[in-house]
DNA sequence: CGACAACTTGACGGGCGTCAACCGGAGTGG
DNA sequence: CCACTCCGGTTGACGCCCGTCAAGTTGTCG
């Protein structure tokens, strides 16, 4: 543990997307008691049906949410990337009601809900801040109903996509035209209600047609408007407010 | 306005079925100031793209969210029954991301967000028992989006059917295993992402092979146990508590 | 009794699932 | 350094679930 520890400055930038604050907030966050821990792809941080634990701050890294049908089908609801607060979803519940497993490598810090808790009585707008990244969280679940319930295949990867792209430039992370996919193809698939199958056919379609180019798993979109269009992407529905 | 007004003792109800409330709370929440009012079916209460409002609590009758593609499609993102608050979702952010309309006859209360704003201040637990409150709404998106992903057509109607049954049941509206539907079936189609014609052939089938029984819109479960497998029903995203 | 919305049913077609190969790169062990 | 394994990606053939189109039927309200 030589290494410098990171610190929850990705998270505080997150936040200040859509809230603003105090130097007074930003200390109170930093100086927040946390646990960190550094882990590899694939650990599950959340379990579905355990008791719901300390808080989970992703500092750096890539995660998903996802449930599972009793059949064994899997859903992914949502992706998660540096700076994203992993269970403020669950903060006021007992149970978990998904699980929440890492992308890639990840640097996480773990703070106890009373901590929190404390955090949200003695600043109260962090506590709003907080509130309202829960709520940007819903919006963009709510996009996704509407992506799986009424847009098709093509569309909604489009869609998929723009999301990342724009999420990670909003994240500070690579450029918005050109970026690795942090997931396989069998992720999206699970994200977009579709097979691995058909993912791949329709990642080629768009190829074909000019949208963007791949290698391996590097994106590069080669007609931003055109994506935009195919997915019908609007991005208010990520609240990032008017600036940056 | 002779009529006696309707307080807003269905949503305490609502909120004491996963929150704690004290005397104090409740008294609190009974003494808000707010505009009553009495709509038909099919009012828009809340419109995508408009500044967010007042706060509207539905106290009686039936409302859905909805959000639309560029395209023309409509996608149904939630039900709401009486008790439910329409939009705490909406409460942290500047811009409405979805509309809200109503199912049928419906009584409304309206309160200004900074009325709300107050309230949570002076009454920490009820902002607790509010934040849990969207908290549980955004399970239920998640829910949603499992079933839009991961469920066929028979599988999701009967999930929805399930869903609506136990949340009416636990609002005390009518029975468990008979009630009115208060949506068309084109609702019904908007909300699972099909068509009003798959619908119709889905609720057949599920009636023939004696799950449930229909006449008009009265839906009578004629065997529970069947209906929840066939929906993979499991009412832990509703986070109803240990007790009713 | 006419108008209109909701519901119902049948015929047909397509988007996407399923099944089955095969490829290619990364890791591993001899 | 090469064989082996494994995971992820890729492609083709085929079929089904559900969308589309079209035509009734029912119920309700004037």
Redesign the interface.
């Known amino acids: 543990m030589s290494q410098s520890l990171p610190d929850l400055l990705p998270v505080i930038r997150k936040l200040e997307r859509s809230s603003a604050l105090s130097e007074d907030d930003r200390s109170k966050l930093l100086a927040l008691p946390g646990r960190h821990e550094r882990v590899g792809p694939a650990q599950v941080l959340i379990r579905q ?1 355990d008791p719901v634990g300390d808080c989970c701050f992703l500092v750096r890294g890539f995660a998903f ?1 996802h ?5 064994g ?3 992914i ?1 949502s992706f998660h990337m540096d700076g994203d607060i992993l269970d403020l ?7 978990a ?2 699980s929440v497993e890492t992308l890639s490598d990840a640097d996480l810090v773990w703070v106890g809900r009373s901590e929190i808790e404390r955090l949200m ?1 003695d600043a ?1 707008n962090l506590a ?1 801040a907080l ?2 990244d ?6 963009i ?6 992506n ?4 098709n295949a093509r569309s909604q990867i489009a869609h998929l996509l723009c999301e990342l792209a724009t999420r990670r430039s909003c994240a500070d992370i690579g450029e918005t035209d050109r970026f690795e996919l942090p997931m396989t193809q069998e992720h999206i698939a ?4 579709m097979t691995v199958v058909h993912v791949n056919r329709t990642l080629r379609a768009l190829t074909e047609e000019g949208a963007i180019e791949r290698h391996s798993r590097e994106v590069h979109v080669r007609d931003w408007a055109r994506l935009e269009t195919i997915a ?1 992407f ?1 991005p ?2 990520l ?1 990032l ?1 008017s600036g940056a």
């Open positions: 049906g949410r449930k599972g049908t009793r059949c089908k899997r859903q609801i979803q669950h903060l006021k519940l007992p149970q009601d998904h009585k109260p709003d509130w309202r829960t709520l940007v969280d819903a919006s679940y709510r996009e996704w109903i509407l799986l319930g009424r847009r699970d994200a977009t209600g019908d609007d208010a529905y609240h407010g």
